[in-house]
C-alpha cells in the first residue's frame, strides 16, 4: 500500500500532455477558421528617403516615386510624393502655398509588391520650378559647377540662387521635368529580406535631356535598355540619392493609409508620418473588397497642338473635378503633393519647355463623392505659362487656350479608361457637362474641327462602382426591386419597364456567373447577400408573383462552383474554398425581413405597394402551405407564421434541385450545410429569447428536407467513390457531411441527429475509412461526454448548455454489481445501446484492426480513438478521479477485442523472452526463430524490429499487416490511459474473473508496452546525449524540470484547457521529423520522450500491483496463481532490460523485494531461469553509476540472497546464479563501471557482516575474485588476443563448474562476434554445446542425444577437452549445479543452431553439416517437422554455396609470432600461431602489433625482427622487447594429402604450419644458386585451428635444411605446377599465362630455368649421393619443357590479332629454349640404368620393353 501511494505522488495528471506537441497534420476533426477578411497587401516595403543632392544646391525641388514592372510593362504603383527642401528653399514657394497639412510632410512610404520579380523598379523623378530654357539648358549648371569650388563660382551660384527665388514668387504653382533615377527593387532588398534589416542604396541621378520623351512608355524603354546594358551612355546629373529600404511586417506608428485615415492614430503631431501607397497588381488579385475605397485616377497622357498656328508652347493642362458648372463648384477632392493641402481644387500638369506636343506623366489622384450624379465630371483647361514677364503683359502668366471635360457617368456607369477629347477654344457652352464633348454642339468653336487632341486615361479604384457589365446590370436591377428607382429603370443603352423586371431580373441572375472572376471576387459578397435575399424574400411585381427563389439558388451555386473550379484561388486542406469559408465564417447574416408595405392605398410613383410584398408561403412551391407549428407558446407561432424562414427555404431548394446543379450543391455541399447551420443558429438565437424547447425549434418539413439531404449525401459519396473512382472528392464530401451533423447536435434535437447518424452507418456497410472519419468529427463534439454517460452526481458532471432529451435513456454504469463486472468489458449490444457513439467507434476500430493489410487503414482508426481519449485527458471538465474514471469506463471494452488479444499473440513473444541480451531458446513457441539474435537487449516488439513476427504470423494461415511502431505506441497508450484512470477496484474485480489465457495475453501486451515506450531519443552530438541521460537517469531531477517548464507553457496550458471545441486554435504541426532541431528543442524532447516514458511503466507497474494484489490474499498458490506470478516476474524482468528513469526503477525495485518476500517460494523452486535473469538485471543495476539504483539494486540483491538462505533450501543455486550473472556482466559488457560493482559488493558485505547467518556462506568473497579477473581484462582491452586467452583461462579455471564455463564460452562468443571472428564464435558454442551433451549423458540415456563431446569431434578434434571430471568430483545432481536453461534438450538445440549459423556467417558450410548432423535425429526424435523442414532449408541453402562459392571462398591465414624480452613477462621466448582474415598480408598484422605494443611500452622500446632467422638471445639487448612475424602455410605430409583434397579440407583442424629461411653457408641469406640452401621449418600447435581463440600456443618445432640440388628440384616443380594449371584452367586466363611463360621461356630471366639447367645438368656430379637428385632435376625439366609447349599451343589460340609478332617471339624463344636444354636433358647417368636382374631369356622383347633399366651392351 505504501508502495502505491508513493507511485501517485510521482505520477501526472496529463498522460498525453506528452504527445500534446505531436498532433496530427490532417487532424478531420479540426475545421481551419478562415482568415478575418481584410484588405489585400502583398510584400510590403519600406522606403525612406534620406537624401536627394546635387553638386550645387540652388533651388527647391520635388520628388516622385512609384514601382514599375518591366517584365508586365506597367506601373503597378500610385505615386508618392515627397521633398527635402530646406526652410529657406520653402519660403520661395510661400506665396503659393497657403498652408502646409502634417500628412504631406511625409518622407517615407510603404510599397506593396504582390508578385515580386526581378524586373521590378523604384522609379524616382524629380521635378523643379518652371523656368525659362529647356531641360538640358536648366541642368547645365548642375553638371558644370561644384558646390565645394565655392570660392571660384560664389558669384555664379548666388546669381542662380537669385534667379531661382525669382521664379518661384512668379511660377512657383508650375513644375518642369527635371531627373529621373531608378533602382532594381529585388536586387537592393533580397539580401535585406534575409536578415530584416536595412539598407543604404546610392544611385546616380540619370537625367534625360529630352523633352519629347517623358511618357511612361519612354520610362520603360529606358530602363529597358538599361537592364540590357548597365552602362548605356545618357546624359547624367552628378548626384546622390540616398534610401533606406527595407521589407516591413507590422504597421509603423504614424502610419497612413492611401485615403490619408490614419492606421494606427498618434497625438503626437511632431511625429513625421509615413504614407501607404496603393498598389495596381500586374495581375490579377482575388480577394474581395473589405473596406470602403472610392478612387480614381486620371492620367493626361499626350496633347498635340503641332497644326495650330499659336505661340502656345509652355503648355500646362489645370484639372478640377466639378459638381457644377459653375466655377465655384468644383470640389477639393484632388489629393495634394508634398509640402502643401491635403487636398486641392484643382491641380496643374508640369510643364515642358517649348513643346507644342507634350508628353505628360502626371498621376492626379481623386477621392469620388459616394453618390455621382450627370453633373459631376472632370474639368480640363488648357494654359500656355509665360516664362519671362514682359514689359506689356499683365502680371498673370496663364494665357487661356481651351477646354475639355469628361463626365464621370455615362448611363448611370463609372466612366473609365483611355479617352480622345476634343478641345473647346473660348468658352464652354451651356449644360455642356450633360454630353460628353464627342456630341458636337452647333454654337460651339471646336480646335481643329472637332477633332480628338487630348489624350488621356482614367482608372478607377472602387469598392462602388462593379465595373463590369454582369455585376452591374444585376446590382442596378436589385436596387429598382428595393424601390430604389423609378421607372423604366436605365440600365446602359436600354430602358426597362416595370412589367420587364422579373425577366430581366431573371436574366441578370442567369448571367452572373459569366463575370470575369477578379470583379465578381471583389464583389462576391454583396452578390451572394443580394442572392440569400432573393431566395428568402417572396415577390411581387406589378400584381404578379416573381418566382426568383429557384434562379437565384442555381446562380448560388454556379458562383460556387466556378470558384472551386478557378485555379488561381486558395483553398483551405478539407478543399474549402477560403473566399467563401471566410463569408460564412465571417460574413453571413440572415437577410433582414421584408419591410412592412402599405397595401392599395399608396401613391403610384412609390414602388413599394407594387414591388414588395411577403408572402406566408414559399416563394418556390406556391402550393407548399404555411408550416403549421405545434408549439403551446401562442407569440413563437406569430413568428413563425409571419415569415418564410432563410434555412427551410435552403433545404427544401437542396431537396428540389435538379441536373447538374443538384450535382454541384452536393458536391459542394460543404458551403450549403454551413449555410444552413448559420441561419440555423441565427434563427436560433433569436428563438431562445422566447425560451422554445429543443424538439421544437424546426419545423417537420424541415426536419424531413434535413434527412432527404443527408441520405443524398451519403449515396452521393458511395456514387463518387464507387463509379467515379475520386477518393479525395468523397472523403471532403463525406467530411463536410459529418461536420453538418456535428453542428446539428448543437442546435437541434439529439435523438433526430443520431437517427440521421444511424441512417448513415447503414447506408455505408463497406466503406470502414468514411465511417472513421465521420465517427471522429462527431466525437470531437463538445457534449460528446455528456451524450455518452449519465453522471450519478450533478456535481460531477460536466456542464451543459443543453443537456440531450436522447442522452436520458443512457443507463448508469453500476461499479457496484458484480455479475456485470465482466459485461462492462465487452463491446455488447447493451454498451452499443447506452453508449451510441463510443459503442460505433469501437465497433470501428474492431473491424479496421481485423482487415488484413489495411495499414493505412488501421492507422486512421487508431488514431481516431487515439486523439479522442487525449482530448478527455486534457479536458479541463474531466480533473476530478471519479470523472476520469466513469469516462475511462466507456472504453473498457477496448482491452476484450478480438483484434487486441490478435494483435498481442503477434507481436509479444519477442519482447517475452529478452534476458540481458540473449533469447530465450527452445520451447514451440519459438521454433521459427532459429536464430534468435546474439544481442537484443530491447526488444522493440512492434515494427523496426528485424527479428519481428514475420515468422510467427505464418502459424496463424493469413497474413497480418504489422503496424507502424509509432501507431503502435498510439494505440497502446489508448489502452494505458484507459487501465489508469478505470476504477482500481473494478480492474481488481476484472483480473480476479478473467480466464487463465486472456491474463497471459494482458502481462504479454503489458511487456509490449514497456518495449514500445522505453526511452530513446537522437543525439546529435555525443556530449547532449550523455547530459540529457544524466538528467534522465536521476529523474527527480528531470520530473522537477519539467514541472519547472510547465509554467513557461501555460499558454500551452490554458489553450488545452478548451481543446475540444476550440481545436482551431491549436498548432496542429508535425514538428518531429525535423532535423535542424535546436539545442533547447533537443533537450526538452528529451524531458518529453523520459517522462513519458515514466508514466507509461508507473502505469503498468500500477497494473501489475493490481494483478498481484488480489492473489497476495490467497494462503494457498494455485497453479494459476504460480502462472500469474511468474508472468508478473517477467514483464518487471523486461522493465529492467529497458533504458528506464530513477523514479521508475525506485518502484520497481520496491515491488520485487515484495514479490521476494510472498512469493519467494515459488520464485526459487519452480522459476528457476527467471530467477537467473533477476539476479542478473539486479547485479547489471549495482553498477549503475547513479546512486539511488545501486542503493536499490544492493538491497533487492541482498534480499534475494538472504530469503534464499533463511526461507529456502535454494541457496546453493542462488549462489550459483548470482556468481553466473557476475561473470557474464564482466565478460560482455564493455562500459560497466567496475569501481560501482565494487562499491556495491563492499555495501552487500556490510549487510552480511551484521547478519551473522550469512557469514558462513563465502558469496561476497566469490564475487570478489571474479571481479578481479575483470581487472586484468580491462587491462588488455586493447588486445584482442591476449584479452581471448585471459578469458580462455578464467573459463579454464571453472572446468568443475560447467555453470559457469559455459557462460565464459558464450562471453568469448560474444567477443568473438563483435570482432566479426564468426568461426571462432561457433566453436566456443560448440564448445558450450559440447558441455551440456556431456551432462545430459549423466543424466539422461537417449539414443538420440550425442553421447558426451566425443560426438562433437568430427566437428573440432579440440572439443574433447571438454569431456567431463570424474563424478567423485562433481555431480549432476548436486543442488544449483547444471540448473541454466541451457542444460535442456531445448537449450542444446539452441546453443547447435547458434553454432551453424555462425559457421555459415563465416563460410565454413561443411561444418554447418556436421553440426546439424547432431541436431537431426533430437528434431526427429521430438516429430518436430516444422523444425527438421526448416533444418534441412539450410542445409540445402549451405551446400548450394558450397557448389557456388566452394572455390573462391577465402579462408584465414597464418602468422608466427615470437615474444622476446623481459618486458614480455609471461609471454618472453613464446611463439604463437596467430590465425588473421583471409588476404591478410605481413606488413598489417606487423604493424598492428607494432603500434599496440609500442604504446604499451613505448618506440624506442619496441624492435621488430624482420627475417625469419633464428633468434639469438645473446645479442638481444634486455631493456628491449622484440617481436618476430613470419608468414606461414598449412603443412601436411604426403598420406594427409590424400583426405584433404578441397579447399576446404586443406584449411580445417590444421595443427602443423611451415615457413621456410633460405641461408648460405657463408652466412648471407642469398647466393648463387649452386650455393643457396633452403630451412624447413615445422611448426606444431597445442590445439587444431579453428579454435575458441585466434592465437594457439606453438608446442614443437622442427627442422630440415635442402641442398642446392633440392631447392632448384622444388623450384622447377613449382614452375611446372603453375604452367600446368595455368593451361588446363576450364576458363583459361591469356594474361596470367603471358606472365608465366615470360618467366619461363623469355631470353632474359635471370637465373631462370636455363641457368639452373647449367649449374646443375651440364655435368655428371662427382658425389654418386647426388646421383638420384641430378637425375630427379632432369626429369622435372622434361616435365617443365613438355608443359610450356602446352602453354605456348595454348597461347596462341588465345591472343588476339594484334598479339601475332609476340606469340612467334614466345614460340622461338621456347624452341630456342628446348634446343638448348635437349643435350642435357638426354645425358642420363649410366650408374642409375643398370639392370637389377639380368634376363635369361634374351629373345623375349617384351621384358626388354619393360625394362627401365638396360644392360649397356645392349644400349651400345
Known sequence: LSCEILRLLFKLTFLFFFFAFVFQEDAVEIRPIPDCPKEHTGERILVRCQAIKFEIDIEPIFATMALYDLKEKKKISENFYCDLNSEQFKNFLKPHTPHMDHSTLARSAIFSITYPSPDIFLVMKIDKVLQQGEISDCADPYVNLRESDSAKNKDKLDKLRAQAEAFCHRLGRYRMPFAWAAINVMEVISTAALDLCSRDCGKCGRGSAEGDRLSDEDLLKYLADIKKTPQRRIKTIPGCIKLDMSPVHDTPMGCLSTELIPLIPVAEKNIRPIKEVLEFPSNEVYVPHNIYRNLIYVYPQRLNFVNRLTSARNITIKIQFMSGEDPSCSLPVIFGKSSGPEFLHEVCTPVTYHNKSPDFYEEVKLVLPARLTDRHHLLFTFYHISCQQKQNQSASCETLIGYSWLPILNSDRLQTGQFCLPIVLERLPLNYSLHTPEVQVPPVKWMESHKGLFNLEVQAVSSVHTQDNHLQRFFTLCHALEGGATFPVRVREEKIPENKLEHELKLSIISLSSSSLEPLVLFLYRVLDKLFTLIMQPMVIAGQTANLAQIAFESVVSIVNSLHSSQELVRDQQGRNSLLATYLYWVFRLPDPPRDVQSAGAAPATVGNMLLQSRVRSSSNPDIPAPSTSAEDAEVRNILAAKVLFHEELALQMVVSTGVCRENAYKYAWFFFELLVKSMAQHVSQLDKHNVPRRSRFSDRFKDDITTIVSVVTAEIGTILVKQQKLEQAEKVNISLAFFLYDLMSLMDRGFVFQLVKNYCVAMPTLISMRLEFLRILCSHEHYLNLSLFFSSPASAPASPCPSISSQSSGSCSFQEQQRILALFELSPEFKQQHYLTGLLLTELSAALDMESEGILKKKSIFCLFFLLCSHDLDHRCIKT???????????????????????????????????????????????????????????????????????????????ATLPADTSRHLLV???????????????????????????????????????????????????????????????????????????????????????????????RQTNDRQ??????????????????????????????????????????TSENRLVVGGVLKVLLHSLTCNQSTTFLTHTFSTLRALVVKFGDLLFEEEAEQCADLCQKVLQYCSSPVDDNRSQACATLYLIMRYSYSNASNFSRVKMQVTMSLASLVGKSSDFQEEYLRRSLRTILAYAEEDTEMQSTQLPSNLNSILSDTVKMREFQEDPEMLMDLMYRIAKGYQTSPDLRLTWLQNMAEKHNDRKCYTESAMCLVHAAALVAEYLSMLEDHKYLPIGSVTFQNISSNVLEESAVSDDILSPDEDGVCSGRYFTENGLVGLLEQAAELFSNGGLYEAVNEVYKIIIPILEARRDFRKLASTHDKLQRAFDNIIQRGPKRMFGTYFRVGFYGAKFGDLDEREFIYKEPGITHLPEISHRLENFYCQCFGEDTLVMIKDSTPVDRRQLNPNKAYIQVTFVEPYFDDYEMKDRLTNFEKNFNLRRFMYTTPFTKSGRPRGELN?????????????????????????????????????????????????????????????????????????????????????????????????????????????????????????????????KEYQQELKKNYNRLRESLRPMLERKIPELYKPIIRPRLENRDSFKRLSFRRAQEENS
Not at 898 to 907: A, D, E, L, T
Open 882 to 960: 471519479d470523472v476520469r474514471a466513469k469516462v475511462a469506463a466507456l472504453y473498457l471494452p477496448l482491452s476484450s477485442l478480438p483484434q487486441f488479444n490478435k494483435f498481442q499473440s503477434h507481436v509479444s513473444p519477442v519482447v517475452s523472452d529478452t534476458r540481458c541480451g540473449k533469447n530465450k531458446t527452445g520451447g514451440p513457441e519459438d521454433d521459427l526463430e532459429n536464430v534468435p539474435p546474439i544481442n537484443q537487449s530491447v526488444a522493440m516488439a512492434i515494427a523496426g524490429n528485424p527479428f519481428n513476427t514475420l515468422g510467427r504470423n505464418v502459424l496463424h494461415g493469413k497474413s497480418i
Open 974 to 1068: 489508448c489502452f494505458l490511459w484507459v487501465m489508469k484512470n478505470a476504477d482500481r477496484s473494478l480492474i481488481q474485480r476484472w483480473t480476479v474473473d478473467m480466464p487463465p489465457s486472456q491474463l497471459n495475453k494482458l502481462l504479454e501486451l503489458l511487456t509490449i508496452c514497456v518495449s514500445c515506450f522505453e526511452y530513446r531519443v537522437s543525439f546529435k552530438s555525443q556530449q547532449a546525449k550523455l547530459q540529457l541521460e544524466e538528467a534522465l537517469l536521476r529523474g527527480m531531477g528531470a520530473r522537477g524540470e519539467m514541472m519547472k517548464r510547465t509554467s513557461e507553457l501555460s499558454e500551452f496550458q490554458n489553450l488545452i484547457k478548451n481543446l475540444r471545441w476550440r481545436k482551431d486554435l491549436t498548432q496542429w
Open 1076 to 1117: 535542424d532541431k535546436t539545442k533547447a528543442e533537443l533537450d526538452q524532447e528529451a524531458l518529453i520522450s523520459g517522462n513519458l516514458a515514466t508514466e507509461t511503466n508507473l502505469i503498468v507497474l500500477d497494473l501489475l500491483e493490481t494483478i498481484v494484489q488480489v492473489r497476495k490474499c490467497t494462503v494457498i498458490l
Open 1571 to 1699: 650455393e643457396q640452401f633452403k630451412r624447413k621449418t615445422i611448426l606444431t600447435t597445442m590445439h587444431a585451428f579453428p579454435y575458441v581463440k585466434t592465437r594457439i600456443n606453438v608446442i614443437q618445432k622442427e627442422e630440415f635444411d635442402l641442398t642446392p640440388i633440392e631447392v632448384a628440384i622444388e623450384d622447377m616443380q613449382k614452375k611446372t605446377r603453375e604452367l600446368a594449371v595455368a593451361t588446363h584452367r576450364e576458363q583459361p586466363d591469356a594474361k596470367m599465362l603471358q606472365m608465366l611463360l615470360q618467366g619461363s621461356v623469355g631470353a632474359t630471366v635471370n637465373q631462370g630455368p636455363l641457368e639452373v639447367a647449367q649449374v646443375f645438368l651440364n655435368e655428371i656430379p662427382a658425389d654418386p649421393k647426388l646421383f638420384r637428385h641430378h637425375n630427379k632435376l632432369r626429369l622435372c625439366f622434361k616435365e617443365f619443357i613438355m608443359r610450356c609447349g602446352e602453354a605456348v599451343e595454348k597461347n596462341k589460340h588465345l591472343i588476339t590479332s594484334d598479339q
